[in-house]
């Protein structure tokens, strides 16, 4: 089986800063692109950031400039850091992650995500 377990998430106060982790484990033969995710309680969960295996992002318009997301493929992680946080910033951050794994093909998982609060 495969497992992303994020990381990272906490209570911080407008203006900080945070580094979200997304670390994938399990037996698989490669990692594709990878995304963050956020949901706030009664909206749809949004793409924030997505980033491919060859490293190229995108970003999503409300974070960029503040938000930057980059992985280690050796670790088989991905980051998210967060600066000049926002109150509106706060929600469930969620990571996921495509993942081959030879005779299975492709295969999307998610992790359990992680709370980010922004406190005004």
């Known amino acids: 089986q495969v497992q992303l377990v994020e990381s990272g998430g906490g209570l911080v106060q407008a203006g900080g800063s945070l580094r979200l982790s997304c670390a994938a484990s399990g037996v698989f033969f490669r990692i594709g692109d990878m995304e963050w995710y956020r949901q706030v309680p009664g909206k749809q969960r949004e793409l924030v950031e997505g980033?491919?295996?060859?490293?190229?992002?995108n970003y999503r318009d409300s974070v960029k400039g503040r938000f930057t997301i980059s992985r280690d493929n050796a670790k088989n992680t991905v980051y998210l850091q967060m600066n000049s946080l926002k109150p509106e910033d706060t929600a469930v951050y969620y990571c996921n992650a495509v993942v081959h794994r030879g005779g299975f093909g492709p295969q999307l998982y998610w992790g359990q995500g992680t709370q980010v609060t922004v406190s005004s």
């Open positions: 980033i491919t295996s060859g490293g190229s992002a």
